[in-house]
């Protein structure tokens, strides 16, 4: 097997790994070791000799990546038969250095360490998983691929806060944007269905996951996104409020004396669909709307609202659109959700066809003679890591 990257996601407590074609996009084999540190963590493991699936504790990432290379080595395929050119690694705020991946040395190690207090969930573990690999994995190139890097080329009037200049330059604070190689990888994706250059379209690219967010990709290059400072702005997420007036912080402070780490955190893990219906899975919150519950479609009406708001802002951004493209796994698999963020719509040139949004196996979800079709893309982060990592080590 050649052109192989070993792509690295390192979460707080949990290493999700991938050995992917970067040419194909075909994984020759994937795994998670989650709960990292606990009593009792969960590996499993996908290859090409079956799966594995193990709960013995895993003390530490170091040894969650030990546990991987072991489960190569006995479920296959075993790392020394295949020409792996990288380990690719997820880096989720590259700040304003990175506007693209890069090899990992010391210098690009300091570098995110920097940027930590912009992302004190994300990087120190992503730090982790890259020390650790190159320590086991120390004759491959290690690649940094960052979430941020795609929405480098916003123009300044759609990065900046309206507040005082200095808060930009002594603390970093603009807007950065995320989910970076998600929304790359999909804009190339439905360029090729439309049979055009992704230089010659313009596209709203929806990414629907536990996390959400909006892109206005033109000519190939973000202009705007959703998600700003952190992936907290934006779309109403699983369990993220995204946008809110910020006096919300202050409010709080006052009359319930709410510290600004409590705050922020009841912003990131309560909010969103579970703090208006106590879930944060989407399909849930569909099974209760579906049976009736009061809360279940206001959160979805709310959701959809927010998203609806975004298409018709980067509609105006953009002038002209393409396609509108939803991903992820809400934007790939609810229906009701598109139907409803593109409803009324048709005066923009959106025509939704209910049959094929009902099943879009062929990725269409809009009229033959909508002049902006609607699409249906599952995303790939992996093979996006794999291929920006294999760009970096000039393959
Ligand atoms: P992540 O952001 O963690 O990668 P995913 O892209 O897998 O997450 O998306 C997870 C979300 O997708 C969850 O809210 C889940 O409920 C939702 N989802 C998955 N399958 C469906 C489905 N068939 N219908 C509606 N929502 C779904």
């Known amino acids: 097997m050649s052109g192989h990257v070993l792509v690295i996601n390192a979460g707080s407590s949990s290493l999700k790994y991938s050995l992917v074609d970067a040419k194909t996009g075909e994984a020759a084999a994937t795994g998670l070791v989650e709960r990292i540190g606990e009593e009792q963590s969960h590996h499993v493991h996908h290859g090409p000799s079956g799966s594995y699936d193990d709960e013995q504790a895993v003390a530490d990432h170091e040894a969650a990546l030990e546990a991987a290379v072991q489960a190569f080595e006995t479920h296959g395929p075993a790392l020394g038969d295949v020409d792996i050119v990288a380990v690719g690694h997820r880096v989720v705020h590259g700040g304003d250095r990175f506007a693209a991946p890069a090899l990992v040395d010391d210098e690009l190690i300091a570098a995110v360490t920097e940027l930590v207090p912009l992302a ?34 916003l123009p300044p009037y759609a990065y900046t806060y309206a507040v005082p200049t200095a808060w930009q330059e002594e603390y970093g604070i603009r807007r950065y944007g995320f989910h970076g190689t998600s929304h790359s990888f999909v804009s190339g994706q439905a360029a090729a269905l439309l049979g055009r250059s992704v230089e010659d379209v313009n596209l709203i690219v929806l990414h629907l996951g536990n996390g959400c967010s909006a892109t206005a990709v033109r000519g190939g290059r973000s202009v705007d996104t959703s998600m700003g400072l952190t992936p907290l ?3 109403v997420m699983g369990t993220r409020s995204g946008d809110l007036d910020p006096a919300i912080h202050g ?39 579906a049976a009736g519950d009061e809360r279940a479609q206001l959160a979805f009406d709310v959701y959809c609202y927010r998203l609806k708001k975004y298409i018709g802002a980067y509609y105006a951004v953009l002038g002209t659109v393409d396609a509108i ?22 005066g923009l040139g959106i025509h939704l066809d209910p049959a ?31 291929r920006q990592a294999l760009d970096v080590v000039g393959g």
């Open 233 to 235: 702005e934006g779309l």
């Open 120 to 153: 004190p969930l994300h990087n120190p573990a992503n730090l982790e998983g890259i020390e650790v690999a190159r320590r086991l994995l120390p004759d491959l190139p290690h690649v940094a691929v960052f979430d941020t890097a795609f929405h480098q080329t």
């Open 251 to 289: 409010l709080l402070a006052r009359v319930a004396g709410r510290s600004a780490e409590e705050t922020d955190r009841a912003l990131n893990s309560e909010s969103g669909l579970k703090g208006l219906t106590g879930v944060n899975d989407f399909r849930e919150v569909s099974r209760r709307r």
């Open 325 to 346: 493209v939803f991903t992820a796994g809400v934007g790939q698999h609810s229906a009701e959700v598109r139907a409803a963020a593109v409803s009324g719509l048709e």
């Open 356 to 386: 094929r949004n009902a099943d879009p196996t062929d990725n269409i979800a809009s009229t033959d003679d909508s002049p902006v079709a609607v699409l249906v893309i599952p995303t790939n982060e992996e093979w996006e890591i794999a």
